[in-house]
Structure formats: C-alpha cells, structure tokens
C-alpha cells in the first residue's frame, strides 16, 4: 500500500482499517484505497452549497398545452421517427427508504398479478414508439451494485417486448460513503463501502461508455432522462417533446402543481437568471406562501424528475464540475469487531451530485405543467406518502391492471 495511503487511515479513527496494516490486505481493498479520491473528506467541512439570487419562474400551464396539444405533438413525433429523441432511465440508486435490496426497477409492483416497476416503465414508453413507429432509444444508467442484476432482468424478461438493439446500459461511477466521524466504511473483508455518485454524473458516465458514439451515430438531439420509481412516467412524451422544441428553449422540465405551499418537493424557479430548483426547505414561509394576482403559488410548481436536455447542450457543459451534496444515509458497515452491521436508522455520508444542479447549468429551460394524478406515482417508501401502497391507487385510478 503506498505511503500516503498509510498515512491516511493512520490519521483518522478507522480502527478496522489500523488493525490490517502491517498485515495482508486484500487485493481489492488494497486496490480501493490506493485509487481512492481522498480529497472527498474535506468537503465534510465545506458542505453548505452556495445559493443566488431566487425568483419565480412560473410554467406553462395546463389549458395552454391543451390548446396547442395537437401542434406540440406533431413537432414531437416528427423527431421521435426521426430518432432524435432518446430516453435515460436513472436506474443506479440503491432505493434504501423502500427497503428492497435488489434493483428498485426489480420491485413487484403488481397485486394480482406480476407487473415490475421496468416491466412497467417499458409499457409507458411503448405507448409513445407504438404511436410514432419508431424506437426510442433507451439508455439504463446502472451501478456496480445492480447492473449484472438488471441485466440480466431485462434479458430474462425478453426486454418486456422492447427491441433490444435500442436498450444500452451503462454503469455510474461509485464514491466511498463515511461514518459521521468521517472515517471510510468497510463492508465487506475486501472493500470499502462504496456508493453510486448520484445522479447528477449520468452524462459523463453515458461518455466515459462510449455511448456518446452511439448518440452521434443514431442522430440523436433531446435527452429525456427519468426516474425509475415513478410508475405513471410518461417517457419521451411528444407533446412534451414538440412544446420544449418549439419554446426554444435547450431544456425542459415536466412539472406538477404543488398540494400545498409547504409540500417536500424541489420547485423549479430561477436563481441568478438561471433555471434552476430550490428545495423545499430552502423556502423561507414568505416564498413558500406568496402568490400572484390570480392566487397562485409562486413557487408552486414541483419538479418530478422528468427533464427534457439538447444533446449540444450537454456536450458544452460535459466538464463542468457539479456542486457535491452530502446525504444521511443507511450504510451496512463491517464494526472494528469484524462484525457486520445493518443499521436501522442513517449512519453514514454518501457524496452525491444531483441532476438538479444540471438544470442550473442550461440557459433556459421550458417549466411544463403535467397532471400529478396521471403521471406522477413515486415508490420512495414502503407505506405511507409516496410508497407503493399510493403507486398501486393511483395506476389503478389510471384504469392499469395490477
Ligand atoms: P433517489 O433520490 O430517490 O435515490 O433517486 P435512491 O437511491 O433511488 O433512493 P433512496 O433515497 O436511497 O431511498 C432518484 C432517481 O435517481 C436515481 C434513482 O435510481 C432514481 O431513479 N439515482 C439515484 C441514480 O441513478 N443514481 C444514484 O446514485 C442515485
């Protein structure tokens, strides 16, 4: 191991780690610390990420689409045939509120009869390329953790009817997660407890696969990129599509009106001029409860992680660093007793960039109005708000056999 690395876990309170110097290490766990990223553990005491100047961006609400619906959907599946508009599913998070220790797309959402939440996904899809005549080509990121699994998942399953020459995944890079004392965690005799960077780091990771390649060649412009636990996701959606196109704008991001001022959803607005999110509990009670002349929130509309990116777009910005948040997590660790813990409760820090800070980077991006109860069903947990209990409800109120 080299001598930096030695010094390293000498100077922090990793018993586990003190306790194997000296001694064989294990390959792979030699391998992890010698490449790991240490500069990670400073930023525990830089983790406030500075914020601009906010204002309301408002949206494109629900009667004006309805106007247009026809011509926005025109413009959409011209593109769609013309393959220009491919799909992202964010599939490498671990899904620790729901509980499930395989890949969360793997979860049996189904009641009376198997139905998976990518079983699920691939049908929503299916509505739009069946529409269009055209594939959309789908590109799954996964994690170390889960990608043989999913895999194999979507080939056990015959890619639930999809052609799999337009399916590609792709694996997101991993990040060691830390005790709150800041000391790595081990979770296994030979590795680190490492963790997927988030979700911001979808495109470099696209990049580093070589999949960029795959873009250009296919002649691909728009990026719709989407979140694998949210059942009613409408993906590659045209009217969507032909809206962001026609608006000009470089990005667009599907919205749903707030239920009340206070509800724990990122709302799209603008910060220094910018689009961009601001999370629920950065609102002070006065810009959660303002209003305008007709009564509505002003920053009322709540992002569902659904966005629409050009693909130039994304290419200009491809270097540009992502702020790094620092997130409680639930980490099993192995104790400097060798023994293996599963922690109840968040035990650890996992660094994480988030698609979000992506938004900021766009110059404009179009807020676009969607019906929550048609297209917005998350399984975060597993009972409650946002569980699979309200995602079961509300495929059912969709007329969805489950
Ligand atoms: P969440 O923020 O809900 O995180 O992800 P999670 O890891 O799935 O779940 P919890 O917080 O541990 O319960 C939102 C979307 O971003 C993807 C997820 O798969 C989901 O589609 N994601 C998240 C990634 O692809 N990679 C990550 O590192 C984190």
Request: charged share 25%; proline share 4%; glycine share 8%.
């Amino acid at each position: 191991m080299n001598a930096n690395v030695i010094e390293k876990i000498n100077s922090t309170n990793q018993k586990y780690l003190k306790n194997l110097l000296g001694k064989q290490i294990p390959a792979r766990l030699e391998e992890q610390l010698n490449h790991m990223d240490w500069s990670y553990l400073d930023m525990l005491d830089q983790r406030e990420v500075k914020r601009g100047q906010f204002a309301p961006l408002g949206a494109m609400e629900l009667p004006e689409i309805a106007s247009k619906k026809e011509d926005f959907k025109a413009t959409g599946l011209d593109a769609i045939k013309n393959c220009k508009v491919g799909a992202i599913l964010l599939a490498g998070g671990q899904g620790t509120r729901l509980g499930f220790d395989k890949a969360k797309g793997m979860y049996n959402i189904g009641v009376n009869k198997e139905l998976y939440i990518f079983e699920q996904l691939i049908r929503n899809l299916q509505k739009v390329t069946d529409e269009a005549g055209a594939y959309v080509p789908l590109y799954v990121m996964t994690s170390d953790k889960n990608d043989a699994d999913t895999r194999a998942f979507f080939a056990e399953h015959n890619y639930f009817g999809y052609n799999p020459d337009f399916v590609k995944f792709f694996v997101q890079e991993m990040v060691p997660a830390v005790d709150f004392d800041g000391n790595v965690l081990i979770e296994a005799e030979d590795s680190l407890a490492m963790s997927p960077n988030g979700n911001g780091g979808w495109f470099s990771s696209l990049l580093k696969a070589g999949l960029g390649e795959d873009l250009k060649a296919k002649g691909v412009e728009w990026l719709n990129v989407f979140a694998v636990d949210n059942v009613l996701q409408q993906i590659a959606d045209p009217v969507f599509v032909g809206a962001t196109i026609q608006s000009g704008c470089v990005s667009g991001a599907k919205v749903v009106r707030k239920c009340d001022p206070y509800e724990r959803v990122g709302a799209l607005c603008l910060e220094d001029g910018k689009p961009s999110i601001i999370e629920y509990y950065e609102l002070t009670p006065e810009m959660a409860e303002a209003t305008n002349e007709a009564g509505s929130l002003l920053y009322g509309f709540g992002v569902i992680l659904n966005y629409l990116f050009s693909v130039e777009k994304l290419i200009e910005i491809a270097e540009k660093q992502l702020p790094l948040h620092i997130v409680e997590k639930k980490v099993p660790y192995i104790d400097e007793n060798g023994v293996f813990v599963k922690p109840e409760t968040p035990n650890a820090y996992k660094f994480e960039t988030l698609i979000l800070d992506m938004v900021y980077m766009m110059d404009n991006c179009l807020s676009f109005e969607v019906e929550r109860e048609k297209e917005f069903a998350p399984v975060k947990n597993a009972t409650g708000v946002d569980s699979v209990e309200s995602a079961r409800e509300l495929l059912q109120k969709n007329g969805i056999e489950i």
